[in-house]
């Protein structure tokens, strides 16, 4: 061990790597072909070549059209963090949106009627700004997102059952006109 904390240890270290990358073989040079003094035998012909082939000018097919109509993202009660099932969904929407990075996109969050009326609104503005957190670190340019929280005024169900609140706590991406 007292080998390691003497000062020469690291001058033995570079001695060694030295002499190995010294001690690598060689590649050797190809030998060159004999050649011939004297031709005993007539040339073979060579066939003439093939004309290349004429290439056509064709455009690339067109890729296809974005698709924008988006599922909605769904989110747990009183929660801004998103379900593990919305991760697919918001993987697609990404893809689609790389497809056309001019098309400007609003993010549109929603709550159920559970809670006060200025909870629901800072909840409905945290799920949106949470579906764009993930579709900006999938590669989406923050620019074209935009926030809008509209808290428990627009439900797309009835907020009287638990399946109706569960469908109203989300988040819908709309094309920006």
Do not use: H, W
Request: proline share 10%; glycine share 4%; aromatic share 6%.
């Amino acid at each position: 061990m007292k080998a390691f904390k003497t000062p020469l240890f690291p001058l033995i270290l570079a001695l060694l790597a030295v002499s190995v990358l010294s001690c690598k073989s060689k590649k050797l040079a190809q030998k060159p072909a004999p050649v011939e003094t004297e031709q005993t035998y007539a040339p073979k012909p060579q066939p003439a070549p093939a004309p290349a082939p004429v290439k056509k000018d064709t455009p690339p097919p067109p890729s296809p059209k974005p698709n924008y109509n988006f599922s909605n993202i769904q989110f747990e009660f009183n929660s801004a963090v998103l379900k593990t099932n919305s991760y697919q969904t918001l993987d697609q929407a990404a893809g689609e949106m790389k497809k056309d990075n001019t098309v400007k996109f609003v993010l549109n969050g929603n709550a159920s009627a559970e809670g006060t009326p200025e909870r629901n609104m800072e909840l409905s503005i945290e799920r949106a700004n949470s579906v764009k957190l993930y579709l900006v670190n999938s590669g989406i340019s923050g620019d074209n997102l935009t926030v809008k929280g509209y808290g428990e005024t627009k439900p797309v169900a009835d907020n009287s059952t638990e399946d109706g609140r569960v469908l109203n706590r989300r988040v819908e991406i709309k094309v920006n006109q």
